[in-house]
């Protein structure tokens, strides 16, 4: 039998390839005396914690055609008990090198069987250990409707992975899965969400689309974000760039070049924070973003008629659609200006903007910013 180090050496490396907690880059991840990764995670709130990032089993039923953990490899499998999970976790706890805790699985004996022993690891952690830290539960395809009211009463988060925006694109990556396994989960936790029961998922639910593997575009991809966000009332949408994966079906496709990931997370902060609209969005061809231009300078460009804009009188909204100036920096730059006229690029830096990428947008108390003043352009990987 293996030892809990084992488990977690494996099971945690396995459990890299979902987002949906907010973990950092892999360049963060920390190593501890348990031989395992713990990843930084960004919270809800936006404070940053370590967590402990698992599965409970890599023993999977399913041959879902991307996955590393599909049936039809030949690999090592391992699984925690719901006891022996969460007495390890609880001793990287109380040694302070974690805070919380991300579980998802691959599925063995069906969702049910598996949502019960997730459940189980949170009941043990709850009950026995009074654990009330950060945990975030995965909801797995083809669980019942008491299993995510009981998931929700549990954690502080939820998330399910739909992986596709379409149900159309499903049988390419994931031809055993049924697209109502998906559906009736996420409108399950839609439901107890709304039902205004105190303590249920209070930091809400997040999801994660794979891109570039099922022939989807960014059209689609982004048209289902949108929904979620404004409809849905979804904490956050997260994206994958497909990575073929030896020993599976899809071992020999290409793989999803990682600017188009970084575009479609550029697109998801224009539409959750910067207030853009699904159409605003400029999809250069074929239904997908541009290589070349981020998404708000390609808006900026293709409305002239709304610049330069006077940054001493413009309000945020409008701040916000200027290339270079982000949320923190149009919130700075409306505080500064109750006490003096903004009229130089430096305070413009000093707000946080970018300012030769605003340069050419905004006017400094009725006059546009001195070139020769502005920093080299910034990478749009820094700043929108």
Wanted: charged content about 25%.
């Amino acid at each position: 039998m293996a030892a809990p180090e084992q488990k977690l050496d494996l099971l945690g490396r396995l459990a890299r390839f979902d987002l949906s907690c907010a973990c950092g880059a892999p360049t963060g991840r920390q190593r501890s005396d348990l031989d395992r990764w713990i990843y930084p995670a960004v919270l809800p709130g936006g404070k940053t914690a370590p967590l402990l990032k698992v599965l409970l089993t890599n023993s999977c039923e399913k041959n879902c055609r991307y996955c590393e953990n599909r049936s039809g490899r030949d690999v090592e499998r391992l699984s925690f008990g719901p006891e022996e999970l969460a007495r390890t976790f609880m001793q990287l706890f109380e040694s302070g090198r974690v805070m919380g805790l991300f579980l998802s699985s691959a599925l063995m004996g069906g969702g049910v069987r598996t949502m019960d022993r997730m459940i189980a690891t949170a009941e043990v952690l709850r009950r026995r250990h009074a654990f009330r830290g950060y945990l975030h539960l995965k909801i797995l395809p083809g669980v019942q409707e008491s299993q995510v009211e009981r998931a929700g009463a549990l954690a502080t988060r939820v998330s399910i992975n739909l992986e596709v925006p379409h149900r159309r694109f499903l049988g390419t990556i994931a031809p055993e899965k049924e697209p109502d396994d998906l559906a009736g989960p996420l409108g399950w936790i839609l439901k107890h969400r709304d039902a205004g029961r105190r303590g249920w998922a209070p930091s809400g639910f997040t999801t994660q689309f794979m891109v570039g593997a099922a022939g989807e575009t960014d059209r689609d991809i982004l048209t289902k974000t949108f929904a979620l966000y404004r409809t849905m009332k979804a904490a956050r949408v997260y994206y994958s760039a497909f990575q073929p994966v030896a020993g599976t079906p899809l071992e020999n496709e290409k793989a999803c070049p990682l600017w188009r990931e970084h575009r479609l997370y550029q697109c998801d902060f224009l539409m959750r924070r910067y207030g853009f609209d699904l159409d605003e969005i400029d999809f250069a061809g074929a239904g997908n973003l541009d290589e070349k231009e981020d998404p708000k300078m390609r808006w900026a460009r293709a409305h002239p008629a709304t610049f330069p804009v006077e940054v001493n009188r413009a309000p945020l909204e409008l701040l916000l659609r200027v290339p270079g100036i982000g949320p923190t920096s149009a919130r700075r730059i409306v505080a500064m200006r109750w006490e003096s006229a903004i009229r130089s690029p430096a305070q413009l830096r000093a707000a946080g903007a970018a300012a030769r990428r605003a340069a050419p947008y905004v006017l400094l108390d009725g006059r546009l910013p001195p070139r020769q003043e502005v920093l080299p352009l910034l990478p749009d990987a820094v700043v929108l």
